[in-house]
Structures are given as C-alpha cells and as structure tokens.
C-alpha cells in the first residue's frame, strides 16, 4: 500500500533529551513537510523540503532540525532547545504538481 | 499575523441538514484552496479544494464557494451525515510557493 508511515506514534521524552521522530513515505513524493499541531489549533509548518538534500524552515523552526538525505524519508529531532515539545506530530508528502498534501497518521510526543 | 481564520472554532447540525464551515483569509496571493478532515489520533485527509480561477466546485455531497473580493470561501455539506463529524481544516497556498497556510480548524458534529 503506498502511504507515509511516521514513528513511533507515541513518545516519552524527559526533559533535556533530544528525540527524533520518523517518517518514510513510498508515494515517490518529491516534497516532504513536518507540521506541529496543539490542542484547539492549526497545523503550524516546522520544516520542509522540496528536494533531496535540501530543506526550508517553516513558522517554527526554532528547536528543531530534520535531514533529506533519501527522497523516501525526513526525519524530524526534537532538541531540547524546543521550548515546549509536547504536542501531536504529523509528517506530509506532496507530489510535484502539489495538488494536495497527503498526510501520516502522527507522532504524539510527551515531555514528561 | 493569521493569514488563513476559521472564526468558528465548532459547528453543532442535524443529521440531514445543510452543514456550512466558513474560512477567510488576507494574501491576496493566495490562489489554490484546500480542505481537510481529521479525525483525533489521525492525520488529516484531502476533502476536496478549488483554484482561484473557480467560484465553485462540486464534488457529491460536498461543494466549496470561493469569494475572491471578499477573501471567503466555505465548505457545504448537504444533506449531513453522523460520519462527517471530525475537524475541517481550511489551507491555502501560493502555487509554486511550495508550502500550505492551515486555518485552526472548525469542529463540526453532526446529531443523527
């Protein structure tokens, strides 16, 4: 089945620890996109990338890196720099002509 | 700076009836629009969308009107059903831009 596959779909994390957070996508999508979503809001754009081996900052980057080194895969860390880390995670792919965006079914992330 | 508001964070209707999510937004550059559903724990999925050359476009039970001058477009769904019960986001982007703006979602429940 071709989908975005993102894990682990829940994650513990103490504070002060840096945690990286999957997503592998078979669609052959060339662009590939990290949203933060928070209780009662929007999908707020991280990161994302439009090309291998090449990447963008988004609204909220700060606290965050990823990594395009295969065109199947953008992995996202979550620094401990990141402020307020806990939230619900989604990763998403779009193909060249960027029609819609098709998205993973997401990482929740817990500091504790 | 908020470019794309859905101002109703919650829609409550009954089964049958007409279901009417509303979405503004300020860039006037804006030329592609876009909804998604998502259900908790999911990610969101592609519903339907409409390119700024369009007022209207269709597709079975669900239709979106855009309004250019106004900056507004909505989502109908007639008649309702139960299962379209779940966030509708609204999003919106710039062809070529390479990234999607999300609105912070309205809640719709459908009462049978």
């Known amino acids: 089945d071709g989908g975005i596959t993102q894990s682990p779909k829940y994650l513990f994390r103490k504070e002060g620890q840096n945690v990286t957070l999957s997503c592998e996508q078979n669609l052959n999508h060339d662009a590939m996109y990290w949203y933060r979503q928070d209780p009662g809001q929007g999908l707020r754009l991280i990161y994302y990338?439009?090309?291998?081996?090449?990447?963008q900052k988004g609204d909220i980057a700060e606290g965050y890196s990823v990594s395009r080194e295969k065109k199947e895969s953008f992995p996202l860390t979550v620094t401990s720099a990141q402020k307020n880390p806990t939230a619900f995670y989604l990763c998403?792919?779009?193909?060249?002509?960027?029609?819609?965006?098709?998205f993973g079914e997401g990482s929740r992330l817990t500091v504790l | 700076d908020q470019q794309v508001k859905q101002n109703s964070p919650s829609l409550s209707v009954q089964e049958g009836r007409i279901s009417i999510l509303n979405c503004d937004y300020t860039?006037?550059?804006?030329?592609?629009f876009l909804w998604y559903k998502k259900y908790p724990a999911e990610g969101p999925t592609f519903l339907i969308s409409?390119?700024?050359?369009?007022d209207k476009n269709e597709d079975g039970r669900f239709t979106v009107f855009l309004n250019k001058s106004a900056k507004h477009l909505s989502l109908h769904i007639v008649p309702s059903q139960p299962g379209d019960s779940a966030v509708y986001f609204c999003?919106?982007?710039?062809?070529?831009?390479?990234?999607?703006?999300f609105g912070d979602g309205t809640t719709l429940t459908v009462k049978p």
């Open positions: 998403a792919s779009a193909s060249t002509s960027f029609r819609e965006l098709f």
């Open positions: 990338s439009q090309i291998v081996n090449d990447f």
């Open positions: 860039n006037s550059m804006f030329d592609y």
């Open positions: 999003a919106a982007r710039v062809t070529n831009a390479g990234k999607s703006t």
């Open positions: 409409i390119s700024s050359i369009k």
